[in-house]
Each structure stands twice: as structure tokens, then as C-alpha cells.
């Protein structure tokens, strides 16, 4: 494999659909809108910020027969093969022991060239390819899973296609995201400026257990968690990119956390409401309209007409299986949702 310089680079991500959600806007009592970023090459959102990345690589070092390199075992590291598989280069993942043999299985189908667990954590994985991988090989490339101007400026082309998408409309009142180390969120807030709208707020949704950029907005500055217990798995970044900290702290930004139970109902209610599965990173995103309130107390002044932005940022860990374990284990936490018996999974919700 090497570069083909006579080629057109295509783009390894797609445009996505924005749908009113009829359930979801009942629920929440506001027009809810869907960014359906589930749908990318990759199956998460991480296609666009990663994908503009490897595609910049490529752009800078036409002629070298790159070879990209991950430490994620999730959806960055799965973004990274797809992004580089597509455009004809390789691509590694070095991961953790921990590693599941699902997500681990979906590398590999990707096309992944290499599957490589070492370390019992994340920062042992990737101190090992920067030590012994990366600086064996002078055509490697690092590809970081959310800290880097590349990645933030190809999760912001999301908000060019909102726009467009929205039309005459104008702009949404609020868009809500989940936070994880923070790529999503700054390419949201930097694309909410690059199209002049500024004055749409943003959510930026964490679980507990694994709310870094929380923390770092409590103590006033950068902190770094000691362990994460969220089972929200891919937003356990321990420590936010410092832009998304600086960016949490401007005019029209909220921090929100809530619970992994509350992150696993948002994911069994959407496959009840819209037949779309997602992951506890993306749920919590979701929860928020399902939890009776919130949303409304979240944005001052937003009315039954009003319109919501919710990025269904995908992820690939997840199954049917794990919907049904959540659903089992957290059953007993259903709440009340507006909308009652209009909304389907108001019915179909375990009575716990």
C-alpha cells in the first residue's frame, strides 16, 4: 500500500440525515431533532474528526507510504482503520488487555492490519506504540482520539449540514452533545461560530463516574480523574482537551451529568421509540429528553415549538444483548416522561 497521488482523496465520512423525532419532541415537549451521526462509515461520529485527520495526513505526505496507528479499542481506533482502509492505507491499533473480543472482532473486520493488546490500561497501551511502534516506523502516524485541531475541525462539519438542513428555519435554540475528551463538543462549538450561530446554546452531557470536564469546571482549572466508573465506557477520558475546557466556560454552554442508569434508558427508549441502537455515551445524550423537565429547565424559554439538536454520536459497542442486560439491571429507575402513554417507550418502560 502506498499514497496514489494522481487519485482523487474522497472523503471517509458522510453526510447525515437531521429527523424531527415525533416520540423524543412528545417527550420532551419541544421539537427534538436527530443528527444521525450512528450512520457514518465507522458507526460513529468520530468518522468525520478522525477521518479529516488521516485525510490531512495524506494531503500533506502525498508521496509516503503512510501508516496510521491508534491506542483506542473503540470507536476512535475503529474510525482510524475505516477512515484509512478507505482512502487505500494501512492501519494498527495497539489496545489494552482489557479490550473486549467484541470490539476487538470489529477491528479486525474493519481491516484493521494489526490488532495489538498490551497494558492493563489505555495509557500502557499507548505509551507502548509511541515507544515501540511509532518510533520504529518513520512513515507512522499518531492518530489521538479527540485532541487535535484536524479532528475538531471535521467534527464541526456537522454544523454546516445542520444548517443547510434547517434552512429558512435558522438556527435550532440548543444543541446537546455528549463529552467524552471533548472532540465532539469542540468541533460543535466551533462550528455553531464558523456559521454565525453563536447564540445557540450547547448541553455538553457527561456520565457520572467519568466526568472529567465537570470536574475541570468545579475546581477552575484542567483536573484529572483518578479512575472511571461510568459504564459509559467511551467517554471515559480522564482528562478533557484543554479546548474543551476553555470552550465549556463561555456564554451559553452547560455542563450536564447524569447517571449510567439514566444513560442506559436513553438507549433502550430510543431502540423502543426510533429502532435505533446506540451505546451509554450516546444514551446520555438521549436521556436528557426523556427526563421530565430537564431539558426545558436546561434552556430558558424553550417552548413546545422550540428545537433541539440531539448528535446521535453512535458508538459501536453495543447489542442487542447489552440492551436487554441494561434494561434488567436498571429497570427499576423509570421515571415519568411527558407525554405518557403518547410517547411508545412510555409503555413499553419496565414498571420498576
Known amino acids: 500500500m502506498g499514497s496514489m497521488p494522481e487519485r482523487e482523496l474522497s472523503q471517509p465520512w458522510i453526510e447525515t440525515p437531521l429527523v424531527e423525532s415525533a416520540a423524543l419532541s412528545k417527550a ?62 494501512p492501519a494498527s491499533v495497539v489496545v489494552p488487555l482489557s479490550t473486549s473480543a467484541f470490539m476487538i472482532a470489529k477491528l479486525r ?36 482520539p479527540f485532541d487535535h485541531p484536524d479532528i475538531w475541525t471535521g ?3 456537522m454544523v454546516r449540514e445542520m444548517k443547510a438542513q434547517f434552512g429558512e428555519e435558522g438556527p435550532p435554540d440548543a444543541v446537546v452533545c455528549s ?26 452531557v457527561e456520565t457520572e ?31 478533557v482537551a484543554r479546548k474543551a475546557f476553555e470552550y465549556a466556560q463561555r456564554e451559553g454552554v452547560k455542563s450536564v451529568v447524569l447517571s449510567d442508569a439514566q444513560a442506559a434508558r436513553g438507549c433502550w427508549r430510543l431502540a423502543d421509540d ?26 430558558q424559554g424553550l417552548g413546545k415549538e422550540g428545537r433541539v439538536v440531539v448528535v446521535l454520536c453512535g458508538g459501536s459497542n453495543v447489542s442487542l444483548e447489552m440492551l436487554m442486560e441494561w434494561r434488567e439491571r436498571f429497570g427499576g429507575v423509570e421515571g415519568v416522561v411527558e407525554g405518557g402513554e403518547d410517547v411508545p417507550s412510555g409503555v413499553t418502560a419496565p414498571k420498576g
Not at 59 to 81: E, I, K
Not at 179 to 204: I, K, P, Q
Not at 210 to 239: C, D, N, P, Q
Not at 285 to 293: H, K, L, M, R
Open 209 to 239: 463516574g467519568a466526568a472529567s470536564l465537570r470536574g475541570s469546571l468545579e475546581e477552575g482549572e484542567l483536573v484529572t480523574l483518578e479512575a472511571i466508573t461510568s459504564m459509559a465506557g467511551s467517554l471515559g477520558a480522564k482528562r
Open 155 to 157: 467534527a464541526s462539519s
Open 28 to 89: 420532551a415537549g419541544c421539537r427534538v431533532f436527530l443528527k444521525l451521526e450512528n450512520l457514518q462509515p465507522s458507526g460513529s461520529f468520530k468518522s468525520r474528526g478522525i477521518g479529516n485527520l488521516v485525510l490531512s495526513s495524506i494531503r500533506a505526505r502525498p508521496t509516503s507510504p503512510l501508516h496510521f496507528y491508534s491506542s483506542s479499542g473503540g470507536n476512535a481506533g475503529l474510525a482510524c482503520v475505516t477512515a484509512a482502509r478507505s482512502l487505500g492505507y
Open 109 to 144: 473486520a474493519a481491516g484493521a492490519t494489526a490488532v495489538v493488546q498490551v497494558g492493563a490500561s489505555w495509557a500502557e497501551a499507548d505509551a507502548h506504540l509511541r515507544a515501540h511502534v511509532l518510533a520504529r516506523d518513520p512513515d507512522g502516524v499518531y492518530v489521538p
Open 179 to 204: 463529552v467524552g475528551g471533548g472532540g465532539l463538543f469542540c468541533g460543535v462549538v466551533e462550528g455553531l461560530r464558523r456559521e454565525g450561530w453563536d447564540g445557540v446554546r450547547v448541553l455538553a
Open 274 to 299: 426510533e429502532r435505533l441502537m446506540v451505546e451509554m455515551a450516546c444514551g446520555v445524550s438521549v436521556a436528557v429528553c426523556y427526563e421530565e423537565g430537564l431539558l426545558k429547565g436546561l434552556v
